[in-house]
């Protein structure tokens, strides 16, 4: 089984924020794949399904950013799912809209939610997708930046890495995501 995780923040008031751009991803893989998010459970809310042959569970955790590994960890123990069998999919503030970074490792570099992961995981090795928000231009406060809704210029280009995020998973379901790293990196 893989796991797919996409972060952000439950509730009306966070959808097409900069945050949620995980849980984004998530709502195009649920739709392209038919995968119905649909059970309530380990402070999150999945679907199970089939995709080319592969058992996959979409994950939305639904404890806030902050605290989004606990989620993971519960899904990951429940499902006994290895960690190489896991993808992280979050917004990056050091990369500009439109891009993306697909990495196996590494630190939080301030994210909330991937320092939560990092600490409920025990490791800093995990798959994970980078989206890029780009940071705030003027005085804006980070937090209210990443709350925030994309413009509609951004969103031009936030959507097209939502697609093209969608595909990097799908590749992954059937090459090792070292390879899907050298295909879809910018």
Not at 45 to 71: A, C, D, H, Q
């Amino acid at each position: 089984m893989k796991i797919i995780v996409g972060l952000g923040n439950p509730g009306k008031q966070y959808e097409k924020t900069r945050h949620n751009v995980g849980f984004e991803v998530i709502d195009e893989l649920s739709k392209k794949w038919s995968i119905s998010l649909d059970q309530a459970k380990h402070k999150g809310i999945y679907g199970v399904g089939m995709v080319r042959g592969e058992k996959v569970l979409l994950l939305k955790p639904l404890t806030y950013m902050n605290l989004s590994g606990e989620s993971i960890s519960a899904v990951m123990h429940f499902f006994k799912v290895e960690i190489a069998d896991v993808v992280v999919i979050y917004d990056d503030l050091d990369l500009p809209p439109g891009r993306i970074r697909l990495r196996q490792k590494g630190s939080a570099g301030g994210h909330n939610g991937i320092k939560s992961t990092i600490s409920h995981l025990g490791t800093q090795d995990f798959n994970r997708i980078r989206i890029g928000i780009g940071r705030p231009i003027g005085h804006v406060p980070v937090p209210d930046y990443v709350l925030g809704r994309f413009s509609q210029e951004e969103w031009n280009h936030v959507g097209a890495t939502i697609e093209k995020s969608a595909a990097s998973c799908e590749a992954w379901l059937e090459k090792p995501f070292i390879q899907v790293m050298n295909e879809y990196n910018q």
